[in-house]
């Protein structure tokens, strides 16, 4: 179900040395992502494992990260038509667009995305990875 987890962080070398620590012996490595023009981040992925990946992230925004500012959870589709679908049927119940559904080929070969905010403003990313199928 899951594609990826994000969470904030305002001290991205702190946050690492926790999260390794905490994450190796759960069989999570950090791997090094190719930077995709956002801010600055680290990514862990269980051993000889694409998904789910585990992300922290210096807010997007720039602004102070906290609970929930930087924090996305990520739905992984099994197809654009429901990335399309889950975004269409979250506006109609009271989400808030974030990012239309469409190609974005910066995070990888085959990657379709969308974003939203829930009605609690939480953001959600609901991706379909055409390139690990």
Request: contains cysteine; proline residues 8%; glycine residues 12%.
């Amino acid at each position: 179900m899951f594609s990826h987890i994000t969470l904030g962080t305002n001290n991205i070398e702190r946050a690492t040395k926790f999260y390794d620590a905490v994450l190796a012996p759960l069989g999570f490595g950090q791997r090094i992502v190719k930077p995709d023009g956002g801010p600055v981040s680290r990514c862990w992925i269980a051993s000889n494992q694409p998904l789910p990946r585990f992300y922290i992230y210096e807010p997007f925004d720039k602004a102070e990260a906290s609970a929930g500012n930087g924090t996305m959870v990520a739905f992984e589709a099994i197809s654009n038509t429901a990335v399309d679908n889950a975004h269409k049927a979250g506006l109609s119940t009271g989400g808030v667009d974030a990012g239309v559904p469409g190609p974005r080929p910066h995070y990888g070969d085959g990657y379709y995305g969308a974003y939203l905010h829930d009605p609690d403003g939480n953001k959600i990313h609901v991706v379909h990875r055409g390139d690990l199928r």
